[in-house]
């Protein structure tokens, strides 16, 4: 637990120090820093509805980032989750098509098993790359994300074209009311029970559970798992599925919650920023959990930038960008200052 929490005091240090540069920044660039922090905190956690508006965006975040977490404690760089997210939507959408007309209760759960297989399935081919032949995952999961993106494109302009758009953006038909699980603003008691049961879930099998602690333990050192008589293709192989079952996931709520239906390139950040969840988390479920309401209200208060600070709603991205920037290079920084600090005592 102490680990944990010095992980995660770590993490909210280099938060502010990226926070402290974008500030930097914007008064360099002609606008306020003040009013900038000012107005994501009014707009993140202090305004009307704000914790609805951040919880609109934590939620899927939460989950994907839970994958994410799996797949890289098991030593497995998937950064795939972005193109998982928008086959498991692709898929719940052509579901939702197919068996239009079928009541909710047969097609709702039809739908979350189409998606959170599609996006398992999208993480399967990589998984097996990695694991038979050694291609480097993060460029096969990373070129995935391309190749779905472009699938997305396809699909919304052609087999689930919604014959009455209006041609400024390719999409399908809207969904069903009865196959819908919220409103437009994201949050409901099933999406959030979703959410929580992923989380409850997740953080037993991480904990809790043999794969848990030899998936922790390949990640560090395969061969110690080995000398434990388990098999890394095995542990690495279900990594794989289960980040990928859970972007699926993520999607399909998307497109049955807020979204009701499929858009051309919608959310196009969301796999990466669930990405940077899991290594602000310190790779850590409950840390994830807090890292994506924080990630969620930056999100929700892109929304108040423009209003109240005369920032672009695009500086939320500079400021996502500038906390990977700080974070990825944080075990770095803190090896390098250790090492300074311990010098001088060792030649006293």
Not at 82 to 91: D, E, H, K, L, T
Not at 115 to 125: C, H, K, N, Q
Not at 153 to 170: E, I, R
Not at 283 to 305: E, N, P, Q, R, V
Request: charged share 10%; hydrophobic share 55%; net charge positive.
């Amino acid at each position: 637990m102490s680990g944990q929490l010095g992980a995660i005091i770590r993490a909210v240090v280099f938060i502010l120090l990226a926070l402290a540069a974008c500030g930097v920044i914007f008064e360099f660039a002609g606008y306020s820093a003040f009013q900038m922090f000012h107005s994501i905190v009014d707009g993140a956690f202090l305004r009307r509805n704000a914790l609805e508006h951040a919880l609109r965006w934590a939620l899927p975040l939460f989950i994907t980032a839970t994958g994410v977490v799996i797949s890289f404690r098991a030593g497995y760089f998937n950064i795939g989750a972005q193109g998982q997210f928008y086959v498991g939507a692709i898929c719940a959408a052509f579901v939702a098509e197919w068996l239009r007309g079928y009541p909710g209760g047969v097609v709702i759960p039809l739908c979350f098993a189409a998606g959170m297989t599609g996006g398992a399935l999208w993480a399967l081919w990589p998984g097996l790359l990695r694991l038979r032949s050694g291609a480097d995952e993060v460029i096969t999961t990373l070129m995935g994300n391309f190749l779905a993106g472009l699938l997305l494109v396809y699909v919304t302009a052609g087999p689930l074209k919604d014959p009455s758009g209006s041609g400024q953006q390719a999409s399908s038909r809207p969904l069903e009311a009865a196959y819908r699980i919220s409103t437009s603003n994201g949050v409901s008691p099933t999406i959030i029970g979703i959410a929580i049961l992923v989380g409850l879930a997740m953080w037993w099998l991480v904990n809790r559970t043999a794969f848990g602690v030899l998936s922790g333990l390949g990640g560090r050192n395969p061969t110690m798992v080995q000398w434990q008589g388990a098999s890394t293709w095995k542990i690495g192989l279900a990594s794989f599925l289960i980040s990928g079952a859970l972007a699926g996931l993520a999607g399909t709520i998307e497109l049955m919650g807020p979204n009701g239906r499929l858009a051309g390139g919608f959310l196009p950040a969301h796999g990466f920023t669930a990405v940077l969840i899991a290594l602000v988390a310190g790779l850590s479920i409950t840390g994830a959990a807090i890292a994506a309401f924080f990630f969620g209200g930056l999100a929700s208060a892109a929304l108040y930038l423009p209003v109240m600070a005369g920032l672009p709603s695009a500086a939320i991205d500079i400021v996502n960008a500038s906390i990977a920037l700080f974070i990825t290079a944080r075990s770095r920084l803190v090896d390098t200052l250790t090492k300074a600090w311990r010098r001088p005592w060792k030649t006293s």
